[in-house]
């Protein structure tokens, strides 16, 4: 079955720490790639997406990943953490060869960044 | 801004209650979904709709049927709720991207429901 890997479920952070959250999917097609974000009392949004073109994706609050084919991942990263950045952070893949419709979530990381 | 809203942001049903959930979309996008977010699991796919009165089973539809009679509403059905249907549901609703694929899905607030 497909599915998206997402290695850490909890993770705690100083401010000022880099992050990478890991991401590994089991699909071998063409994918789609996607990031999002969910805020402590906010809807789920939208971090970075990657569809082609340069494999590293810069997102918003200076997030990037990147993704590696030949590795099935697509980590998330961000240099130096801030306490505004506590959120449980998930990791989505949409396979194009399914009819390109449906998403498959990670289970999500929490992460937890001490001010 | 795209806006999803949901009915309800919390609800409290009994065994074999008929449940709906409503969601509603502002930006004309022809996808819409319904998933479920539990603990540990992430977010698992209950159904989803292409156009109106399209449908196609998610990964876990047992339980759960949809109506998309309007392109901007989204009604999730829970015939005969269980205990386990207890769970935040969100709706998400997204354009069609490039080759056709769902592209990025703005969500709703998410409807925790509990049955007791």
């Known amino acids: 079955a497909q599915s998206v890997s997402q290695h850490n479920h909890h993770v705690i952070l100083s401010e000022a720490a880099s992050l990478e959250l890991g991401c590994n999917y089991s699909?071998?097609?063409?994918?789609?790639l996607f990031w999002y974000v969910q805020y402590p009392g906010q809807h789920l949004q939208l971090l970075l997406k990657y569809f082609s073109g340069d494999p590293l994706v810069k997102g918003i609050k200076g997030f990037e990943a990147e993704f590696i084919k030949s590795k099935f991942s697509f980590n998330l990263r961000k240099p130096s953490v801030q306490w505004s950045d506590t959120a449980e952070y998930f990791c989505?893949?949409?396979?194009?060869?399914?009819?390109?419709?449906?998403?498959?979530f990670g289970a999500g990381t929490r992460l937890f960044v001490k001010a | 801004d795209v806006k999803v809203t949901q009915s309800s942001r919390y609800l409290v049903k009994r065994t074999g209650e008929k449940v709906f959930l409503e969601c509603v979309q502002d930006?004309?996008?022809?996808?819409m979904f319904w998933y479920r977010q539990d603990p540990g699991l992430g977010l698992r796919l209950i159904y989803f709709s292409y156009d109106v009165k399209m449908k196609e089973k998610g990964d876990i539809p047992e339980g759960y049927s949809v109506s998309r009679e309007k392109k901007e509403r989204f009604s999730l059905i829970l015939e005969s709720a269980s205990t386990n249907q207890t769970s935040m549901y969100l709706c998400a609703s997204s354009s069609l991207g490039l080759a056709g694929a769902t592209d990025t899905q703005y969500f709703g607030p998410g409807t925790r429901l509990t049955v007791l």
């Open positions: 930006m004309d996008h022809e996808n």
């Open positions: 699909y071998g097609g063409t994918v789609n």
């Open positions: 989505a893949v949409i396979p194009l060869n399914t009819g390109g419709f449906k998403t498959i």
